[in-house]
C-alpha cells in the first residue's frame, strides 16, 4: 500500500474508539507521520482529531502541512486546549497556499486562532463552520472577496453567537449558496427583525443562487428576503411564515428555481402547492410537508364543489392567520397584503385545472389528500395521469400529510391515493427511471398482481419503503416477497424516458 501512497489524492481518517483502537490509532499515526506518505493528496478529512496522545495533534499537522497541493482540509475537534493553539496557528498561517475549502466541525478557536483564520478566510472560496464557536469580540471581520459557499450550523441560538455569525455573511459580498442553520428558531427570528435586513439586502442577497434557512421567519420577512435575492435555483425554508407575501415574492424566482423544500409551512394553502407545481418548469426536486388536496388536480363530479368549498374555508383561515399576525406586533407590508390577497381571488377559478409544468421533476416529497367518500373513487386515475408525465421520476415519497397542522382535517375523512391496477396504476408505465418508493401516513391494500407490475414495467426499482398493506402479516409478506423478486429481477437495461 506504501508503494501507491504517492498517488493518493483523497484521504479521510476515520475516528477511533480509544479503548477498542488505541493500537490501530497509534499506527495510523506513526505511519502517515514517520513514512511521509501520501504527499500529493488535495483533499483530507479528519473526523476526529487525536485529544489524549501527547504527539497527536503534532501528527495531523505535520501531514497537513506536507501536502503543500492540498485544496480541501476538513477537520473535526471537539475541543482546543491552550495546549494546541500553536498547532492551529499553524495550521491556518502555514497551509497550503492553495487551499480553497475548509470545513470545521465541534472546534472552539480561541480570539488569536479566529484572526488567523480571518487571514485564511481571504483566499477561501468554501467555509462550513458545524457548531464551532469562534471569538470575534473586538476583531475586525475583512471582506471575503473569494468567498462564494458559505454553511453556519449552530446548535445554541444565542444573540451574540447569531451576531458574529452574521458578521461573517455580510463580509461575503460574492456569496452564491448560504446555508445557515440554528436549532433554536427565536433567537434568528429576533436577530433578523431587528439587525439583518438592511445589512443581508445589500451585502449578500443580490448574488445568491442557493439559499437554505433552517429559521422562523414572518410571512412579510420571508417577502423581503426572497425579493432581495437573485435568481435562486435552489431554496430550503423551515418555517410556518409561508404565505401571500412570500409566494407572489417566490413568483420572480419560478423560472429558475431547480430545487424547493418547504417544511413546517403550517400557514401555505393547498391551492398555493399547485400553483408551485404549473409555475417552475425547472424543478427537478420538490419537498413539502403541507398535503395537496387531490380535488386540486382533478375534474369531474365533485371535484368543482369542493375548491369551491375549500375556497370558502381558506378565506376563513386567512382572517386567522392576519389576526395572528396582528397579536404578534408583525403589521409590515399590511397594503400589500391586501392588494395580493384581493388579486389571488380574483384569479383563482374553481372550474380549471392546469397541468403541472415540472416535466424534469426527478425527486417529488408530498402528500396527496383524497377525500375517503366514493364521490373520489375516480380521481386516483386522474392523478395516476398527471404523475405520469414526470418521466424522469426516481423517488416518489407519497401518503397522506402526517399532521393535523399540514391537513387541517380529520384522520377519518381522508385517505391517500391507492398505488393498485385497479385505480389506475397502469398510466404510470412510463417511469421507466423509478427507482425508490416511500410511503407515508397511508393505508394500503397492494397485492401480488400490484407487485408483479411495478417489478416488470419498473425496472429501476430497487426500495420500497412504508406500509404496502394495512394487515401486518400481509405486509410483511409482501416486503419479503418484493426482496425475493429483486434478487431474481435482471439488471435494467438502462432505457431513457419515453422509451
Known sequence: MMRYSEHIQHLTIPSFNEKKNSVGK????????????????????????DHTSKNGCASYVAL??????LRELSICSSTVTSRRQLSW????TQCSQFLRILKLRECRLTGPQTA?????????????????RLELGGITVPQFPMMNDLRIRSRKGTFSILAHELRWITQCPQLRTLTWLGRDAEPHHVLIKRVAFRSLQNMTWQHLQRLDMGTNLSDSQLARMSSACGPLQALRLETSGCWYRSLVALERHFGT?????????????????????????????????RALFAHELVTGLGAEEARAVQLKEDTQDDIVVRQKEITRGENEMVEELKDIMAQFAASRDVQRVEPWACLKMEYLTMPIDFPSGPEAVAWDEQVFQQISKLEYLTYWSLGRSGSAKASRVDDNQTRAIQLKLESGLAHLASLKRFAKLRFSHTCQRIEEQDIRWMMKHWPCLKTTSGTLHEDKAINEALHQWFKSLKRKAPKPSGQQPGQ
Open 257 to 289: 428555481l431547480e430545487d424547493l423544500r418547504l417544511y413546517d409551512c403550517d400557514d401555505l394553502r393547498s391551492w398555493m402547492c399547485q400553483r408551485i407545481l404549473v409555475s417552475c418548469p425547472k424543478l427537478t426536486c420538490f419537498k413539502i410537508e
Open 64 to 69: 497537513i502541512l506536507l501536502n503543500q497541493n
Open 26 to 49: 497509534g499506527l495510523c499515526i506513526f505511519t502517515l507521520q514517520s513514512n511521509r506518505w501520501c504527499r500529493n493528496l488535495q483533499s483530507l478529512n479528519v473526523l476526529s482529531m
Open 116 to 132: 488567523q483564520l480571518m487571514e485564511l478566510g481571504r483566499r477561501l472560496s468554501c467555509v462550513h463552520f458545524d457548531n464551532c
Open 89 to 92: 496557528g499553524i495550521v491556518f
